[in-house]
């Protein structure tokens, strides 16, 4: 099995700042990577694909990065709507999440 | 618009089973391979299972394999979670999602359902 770990597992920060989030996985999965947001009591919300590709709709200020074994979402400005709890997910051994970062004022 | 709609949750005693459906609608159903994922109350994502839009290629986390089936009726454009032997720690809001290939395999889950909620508890 594939282990995810993020971190951190909390992050506080304001309006505007740039927030970065990373995720290590236990082996090389190359780039199959995915970043979601998650809202309370919602459904997770895909963000970026492949490690860097985002996904259709979602603002450009979210980016994905890395390969192997460490990756990388950053938010580059962060707006009011973007306080939410992150998941990684790998894809290389069928599919495992991380723990999630949780971002919040 | 892509539509999932999960049904079927509900509180099960331990060792009990319970079917879960998801009903999908706005794209072409049989071309999306398909998945399940849970999440406890409180807790992080957990992949539960996925199936091929033939429903010929399936796979499953090794906490449910065993136990827990999943199916698909293409004509119904419906997507089932059959779950036997339920735990306690079986209890979390069960999505579906639809999966999104690169170079044809599993990469990331793209559209999601609401959620239903499994209760497993005497």
């Known amino acids: 099995d594939i282990q995810m770990t993020q971190s951190p597992s909390s992050v506080s920060a304001s309006i505007g700042d740039r927030v970065t989030i990373t995720c290590r996985a236990s082996q090389d999965i190359s780039t199959w990577l995915a970043w979601y947001q998650q809202k309370p009591g919602k459904a997770p919300k895909l963000l970026i694909f492949g490690a860097s590709s985002l996904q259709s709709g979602v603002p450009s200020r979210f980016s994905g990065s890395g390969s192997g074994t460490d990756f990388t979402l950053t938010i580059s400005s962060l707006q009011a709507e973007d306080f939410a709890t992150y998941y990684c997910?790998?894809?290389?051994?069928?599919?495992?999440f991380g723990g999630g970062t949780r971002v919040e004022i | 618009q892509v539509q999932l709609v999960e049904s079927g949750g509900g509180l099960v005693k331990p060792g009990g089973s319970l079917r879960l459906s998801c009903e999908a609608s706005g794209f072409i159903f049989n071309d999306y391979y398909m998945s399940w994922v849970r999440q406890a109350p409180g807790k992080g994502l957990e992949w539960v299972s996925y199936?091929?839009?033939?429903?010929?290629?399936?796979n499953s986390a090794d906490s449910v394999r065993g136990r827990f089936t999943i199916s698909r009726d293409n004509a119904k454009k419906s997507l089932h979670l059959q779950m036997n032997s339920l735990r306690g720690e079986d209890t979390a809001v069960y999505y579906c999602a639809t999966v999104l290939l690169q170079y044809g395999s599993p990469a990331a889950l793209n559209y999601w359902g609401q959620g239903t909620l499994v209760t497993v508890s005497s």
């Open positions: 199936m091929s839009g033939s429903g010929t290629h399936t």
């Open positions: 997910q790998q894809a290389n051994n069928l599919l495992s």
